[in-house]
């Protein structure tokens, strides 16, 4: 009988059978691609919904002095005394010790809203690595900005939003801090280590694969190679209410003042609590008649000792809108915003200090005294001397009121996160 193996018949078989099979091949792979552009062509799409950002808007603000601007790719340096646009990633932000500036993050480039203020100290090195948003407003994902701190002292401000949260992150050689929007954060870099303190909100402080959850008022320090400390009670603020999230009364006393012969017929300035965006402040107003000494203060009694501390420093937040009266006045006293402290010294001698804020310069051969000038319509944070280790000041027992106030014609000016830390 014949071989039938290598027919012609049987190879046209084999080969059709092969064509069948390459052909059940083919229609399984398009099916399976159909399927991945059925299925992954909207899991793609909601992916990039989800996933894609554009970037904020962010400049650096200069509080004091000349600040010193580096891009990474470039050893060119910046030096600003007012503003400057970032429009890059990965700028670096240098102080050195008679200079402050901010890094502010805006919904816009008109600056409408303020989203998170850095603002870096004296001698300090801050670089901002970037501030993104989502591009759809679909996507649940909250903004993120993000800073590295090298050497100094920063403190953060996350403002509250209403629509989308704020993540932020400060990344140290020692920590990696996370915050939100609503958080106030002060973070201090040394060689040697990270200290980390909420005054309002909280944080997470993580480093060596470890982390601590800190609350308002208490701080945490992480030492080189080594994970944060258990959280430890901060500094006692001697002031209630000094953020103002409570109302005035019962917490501070409300003054008004006008130097003239008929008062009755004198505009007196206004004490207000108003919401700035981000926070709540003291609004102090005057819009009356011109050429005519006015006062407007918030006042709250004190009386405590401060005998077994080591440490008693004034903090508050200050935003200078307008003055009709240039400088501080002739005699250096009439600043749209100042601060007094009343002090009992340890011989039992009354004792004040006091300090002024003023944005337009003083007229030629007035003197300034006990007062600085900052830019109008930012926020400056104010830390005065150490009143317990001075070398000019007496040395306070008590610490009997503060008082917070307007002074001289027409001014308008806010005041907030006021604090007497005692350590």
């Known amino acids: 009988?014949?071989?039938?193996?290598?027919?012609?018949?049987?190879?046209?078989?084999?080969?059709?059978?092969?064509?069948?099979?390459?052909?059940?091949?083919?229609?399984?792979?398009?099916?399976?691609?159909?399927?991945?552009?059925?299925?992954?062509?909207?899991?793609?799409?909601?992916?990039?919904?989800?996933?894609?950002?554009?970037?904020?808007?962010?400049?650096?603000?200069?509080?004091?002095?000349?600040?010193?601007?580096?891009?990474?790719?470039?050893?060119?340096?910046?030096?600003?005394?007012?503003?400057?646009?970032?429009?890059?990633?990965?700028?670096?932000?240098?102080?050195?010790?008679?200079?402050?500036?901010?890094?502010?993050?805006?919904?816009?480039?008109?600056?409408?809203?303020?989203?998170?203020?850095?603002?870096?100290?004296?001698?300090?090195?801050?670089?901002?690595?970037?501030?993104?948003?989502?591009?759809?407003?679909?996507?649940?994902?909250?903004?993120?900005?993000?800073?590295?701190?090298?050497?100094?002292?920063?403190?953060?401000?996350?403002?509250?939003?209403?629509?989308?949260?704020?993540?932020?992150?400060?990344?140290?050689?020692?920590?990696?801090?996370?915050?939100?929007?609503?958080?106030?954060?002060?973070?201090?870099?040394?060689?040697?280590?990270?200290?980390?303190?909420?005054?309002?909100?909280?944080?997470?402080?993580?480093?060596?694969?470890?982390?601590?959850?800190?609350?308002?008022?208490?701080?945490?320090?992480?030492?080189?190679?080594?994970?944060?400390?258990?959280?430890?009670?901060?500094?006692?603020?001697?002031?209630?209410?000094?953020?103002?999230?409570?109302?005035?009364?019962?917490t501070w006393k409300v003054e008004a003042l006008v130097d003239a012969r008929d008062p009755t017929a004198v505009t007196y300035g206004t004490v207000t609590v108003v919401e700035t965006g981000e926070r709540k402040a003291a609004y102090f107003e005057r819009d009356g008649e011109d050429g005519i000494h006015t006062e407007t203060a918030i006042v709250q009694e004190i009386n405590a000792d401060v005998l077994d501390y080591d440490s008693l420093i004034l903090r508050l937040d200050v935003r200078l809108i307008s003055q009709s009266l240039p400088g501080g006045g002739q005699q250096s006293s009439e600043f749209p915003l100042m601060a007094r402290i009343d002090f009992i010294d340890v011989d039992g001698n009354p004792q004040f200090w006091t300090w002024g804020f003023y944005a337009v310069d003083p007229i030629a051969n007035w003197p300034i005294r006990d007062g600085e000038k900052i830019p109008a319509f930012l926020w400056y944070d104010y830390e005065s001397p150490d009143f317990l280790n001075s070398p000019t000041f007496p040395r306070p027992q008590k610490v009997t009121r503060i008082r917070i106030y307007a002074s001289g014609h027409n001014y308008r000016s806010m005041v907030t996160g006021i604090g007497l830390i005692a350590q």
Request: aromatic share 6%; hydrophobic share 45%.
């Open 1 to 250: 009988m014949a071989d039938l193996a290598g027919s012609p018949s049987t190879d046209t078989a084999r080969s059709y059978e092969a064509v069948g099979r390459q052909a059940w091949i083919i229609l399984w792979a398009a099916f399976a691609v159909f399927l991945v552009i059925v299925i992954g062509t909207p899991l793609l799409i909601r992916w990039y919904v989800q996933n894609a950002t554009v970037p904020r808007f962010a400049r650096v603000e200069v509080i004091r002095g000349t600040a010193l601007v580096t891009t990474l790719d470039s050893e060119a340096i910046t030096a600003v005394v007012d503003t400057l646009p970032i429009t890059r990633d990965g700028i670096l932000l240098r102080t050195d010790d008679t200079a402050r500036a901010n890094i502010s993050v805006y919904d816009n480039e008109k600056a409408t809203v303020n989203l998170v203020t850095a603002q870096l100290r004296n001698n300090g090195e801050l670089r901002f690595l970037r501030a993104r948003t989502p591009r759809f407003r679909r996507s649940t994902l909250p903004e993120l900005v993000e800073f590295q701190l090298g050497i100094g002292r920063v403190r953060v401000t996350g403002n509250s939003r209403v629509d989308r949260p704020v993540q932020i992150v400060v990344r140290t050689p020692h920590a990696h801090v996370s915050l939100r929007d609503g958080d106030d954060v002060a973070i201090a870099v040394t060689n040697e280590n990270t200290e980390v303190s909420v005054r309002n909100g909280a944080a997470r402080v993580e480093a060596q694969g470890q982390s601590v959850f800190l609350s308002g008022g208490q701080r945490t320090a992480v030492p080189l190679g080594r994970p944060p400390s258990v959280p430890m009670a901060g500094p006692v603020n001697l002031v209630v209410n000094g953020d103002f999230t409570a109302p005035l009364e019962g």
